[in-house]
């Protein structure tokens, strides 16, 4: 009779909670590992760019330095050095140099 009552038993079903835990825990590393680390990189760099003015030194994305002569809109005049100006995208800029570094050069 025991025999009987345990081979009609059906098994527990796992708890719905502990099915979707793997998937919330994976989640949760890209989150913390790579979305949210890239935000506050786009946040930063679209801070530099708004920042930017006539005078600022950059580097900008084709690894050339120059300083900025002029701001049109979404785009910049860049003199790299006495004879030679560019016209380049602000958001092409990826670092912002001390006053005075090109001078150094």
Not at 2 to 17: D, E, G, K, R, V
Not at 48 to 53: F, G
């Amino acid at each position: 009779m025991l025999l009987s009552i345990l081979a009609t038993a059906t098994p527990a079903q796992p708890n719905a909670f502990l099915q979707f835990l793997p998937m919330v825990a994976i989640f949760a590393i890209f989150y913390f590992l790579l979305i949210r680390p890239q935000s506050k990189r786009a946040k930063e760099h679209k801070a530099m760019v708004e920042a930017l003015k006539v005078g600022t030194e950059v580097i900008f994305a084709g690894g050339l330095m120059g300083k900025i002569k002029k701001i049109e809109g979404e785009y910049a005049i860049v003199s790299l050095n006495n004879q030679t100006e560019v016209k380049i995208q602000r958001a092409s800029v990826i670092s912002v140099l001390p006053t005075g570094t090109i001078d150094a050069i």
